[in-house]
């Protein structure tokens, strides 16, 4: 993997939102290229999560990296995140529903967000899932344990509580803080368990 390849992102429609979103935000600060898509689901999760339609989310993230940002939508498989002959860098679906994650551990390619996860697999570059559901029921869990098989790393959404979080904005970081330790991007959102606090 090029370490200066673009990170791919795909949010879905499960809630928490704000994880993906805020993600995208510390990549571009980080001056990573970033290739986002999102699920058409997400166009009624954004308005209910975060008070305004998903555009106005991304139009909020445009220009505030160095890092840049492109958005491609569902249908458009000439997107570099479609094809393995396309410089890759790894694919993070967050937050990741539990159909999302169904349809990557069948491979049915159907979109562009799930094409992208099934490029990254057949080429073995570094995918994460972030779910965000709770109770999980069988088949959900039995999905998720075929995707770690497949070398994905399944990163749930649960907050550790050891930093005394003092907003959800804390608990926000300490997820997104793990998925770049994930990534090999440097940041320093949270405490580390055993470090002195700054």
Known sequence: MS????IGVGWTGASGLAYGVRL?????KAGRDVNLVASGAVAQTAPVELG???EAVVAGLQGIGPGRLRVFGQGEFTAPLASGSARGGPFVVVPCSMGTAGRIAAGTSETLLLRAADVCLKERRPVIVVPRETPMA???LENLARLSAMGVLVLPAAPGFYHRPQSVADLVDFIVQRICDHLGVDVDLAPRWGEPEA
């Open 52 to 54: 305004q339609p998903v």
């Open 3 to 6: 370490d200066h390849a673009a």
């Open 138 to 140: 069988t088949h959900h």
């Open 24 to 28: 995208v935000e510390v990549l571009l």
